[in-house]
């Protein structure tokens, strides 16, 4: 609730081709190939990863291959690390199997269900991947979260038995990563295939929340079951959706691209820019949630340079602006609109033809970049205290007008990044006007979104 920020992390033998057509997850590249199908945006042709697999690698070669090609040889964990503190993120979110099965630590349960290796340590890297990872960022202040898929695609176990697949191996797999790893976050996937009475949720959560050793500070989101999502969990988790009004505390996934996984295909064009992710980020916390961004590394296990240059960019923007994010609440009024008709996130996605993911330049066009005649939300609103923050998307010109903000006497208004001295201010009827001051050049760095503290608000 207080952090805010996560980072999410898709990393498996799938980041070694790392390929799909834009609009869609590469990390779902078995799948795609074994059913020759794919869909997402503007997927034209099913068979489209089918036919690039079988001409950049043959017929026969086969996706399991892709383990042992899976080396993650400059896999620096501590470099990973410092980039998650440096980004500002308060926690991570790392997959500890996909739907594809492959563990990233050394899970006997995984090789018995498959019959050959199919984890980190028994095959590819060599190593525990998720050890590695855990011990570098518990030396830090930084959170450690695992994902974790209930079900795999293809395993022969789930296809003949899913009760025994259940009891023999996927009950298991998550207590042996809670009880080696002690993770800060418990974030299941996979789970729209069958109910939670199937995936024995109830009696796993039993276990996490009164016996296990992270029992008194453990997080969960909501995917415990076909049909539980958005109703009941610890934290609800939307995905590629927009900012909205939600009735328990939610967290948005999103990758920077199309894609959760690292894809190849993608170019800097689909990347959301540091200015998208931060307005994107102010958007989603002042409606009450926590933005989880995911970086997808290559199989080699290099975070790409541009993934690491936009998490620095939001790194820079919260050493300025953290104050107006970390440790905040929703207010009652988390945006404040222009005037005209708002766009909807149905009209955004039936004009730029996103049928199946909704981009994050989506903000941008509730913002810097309208359609002719739109509204634009021209603050987000967050409090902690007595303090309203209000983040604009740009820098206010002449005066800055918060509608229905009533300031108590004496309250001051200062503007975060600059020098620090109160900014005139009036009250006119129900609402703040403050006066924006003359900044000289170098006074105060350029930014994406500007953040405003009112100390002393009524209500």
């Not at 207080?2 to 898709?10: E, L, P, R, V």
């Not at 090609?69 to 980004?87: G, Q, T, V």
């Not at 011990?135 to 789930?158: C, H, I, M, Q, R």
Request: charged share 25%.
């Amino acid at each position: 609730m207080d952090a805010k920020f996560g980072i999410f992390i898709h990393w498996g033998p799938y980041s070694v081709p790392a390929w799909a057509p834009v609009g869609t997850y590469s990390e779902w590249y078995q799948y795609w190939l074994q059913n020759r199908t794919c869909w997402g945006n503007n997927i034209t042709d099913p068979e489209v990863i089918f036919k690039y697999h079988n001409q950049n690698y043959g017929r026969h070669y086969s996706y399991y291959q892709f383990g042992q090609d899976f080396r993650a040889e400059l896999f620096n964990p501590d470099e990973w690390a410092k980039l998650f503190e440096d980004a500002g993120a308060k926690y991570i979110v790392l997959t500890s199997k996909h739907h594809d099965g492959f563990c990233l630590w050394p899970s006997a349960e995984a090789n018995k269900t498959w019959g050959f290796p199919w984890n980190a340590v028994d095959c590819g890297p060599k190593r525990d991947l998720i050890g590695d990872l855990q011990k570098a960022v518990k030396k830090t202040d930084v959170k450690f979260g695992l994902y974790y898929s209930l079900y795999e695609w293809f395993n022969p176990l789930w296809l003949s038995d899913r009760d025994k697949f259940v009891a023999e191996h996927t009950l298991p797999q998550l207590k042996d990563l809670v009880n080696r790893y002690q993770p800060d976050i418990v974030w299941p996937d996979g789970d729209w295939d069958a109910s939670d009475t199937t995936w024995r949720s109830r009696e796993f959560l039993t276990w996490l929340f009164n016996e296990s050793a992270v029992k008194n500070n453990v997080a969960v989101n909501d995917r415990w079951g076909k049909g539980i999502r958005h109703h009941h969990g610890g934290y609800f988790s939307p995905e590629y959706e927009s900012a909205a009004d939600r009735q328990r505390y939610w967290e948005e996934c999103r990758g920077m691209g199309f894609s959760f996984g690292y894809n190849k295909q993608e170019d800097a064009t689909e990347y959301s820019s540091v200015q998208t992710l931060v307005l994107t980020l102010a958007d989603i916390v002042a409606h009450g949630g926590n933005l989880l961004l995911d970086i997808g590394p290559d199989g080699s296990g290099k975070i790409p340079a541009i993934m690491q240059d936009r998490l620095l960019g939001i790194g820079a923007w919260l050493k300025t602006n953290g104050e107006a994010i970390y440790e905040t609440e929703k207010w009652r009024t988390p945006v404040q609109w222009s005037a005209g008709q708002q766009m909807t996130a149905e009209q955004f996605k039936e004009k730029y033809k996103q049928k199946a993911y909704i981009s994050a330049d989506f903000i941008l066009k509730q913002t810097v970049s309208p359609e002719p005649g739109m509204a634009v939300k021209e603050v987000f609103f967050t409090k902690k205290g007595d303090a309203l923050y209000a983040i604009t998307p740009v820098l206010p010109k002449g005066k800055l007008l918060l509608k229905n903000v009533t300031a108590a006497k004496g309250a001051q208004v200062t503007l975060l990044g600059y020098n620090g001295k109160p900014l005139v201010w009036a009250q006119q009827g129900k609402d703040l006007v403050v006066t924006m001051p003359t900044i000289g050049l170098g006074e105060m760095k350029e930014q994406v979104a500007y953040s405003f503290k009112v100390s002393g608000v009524k209500n």
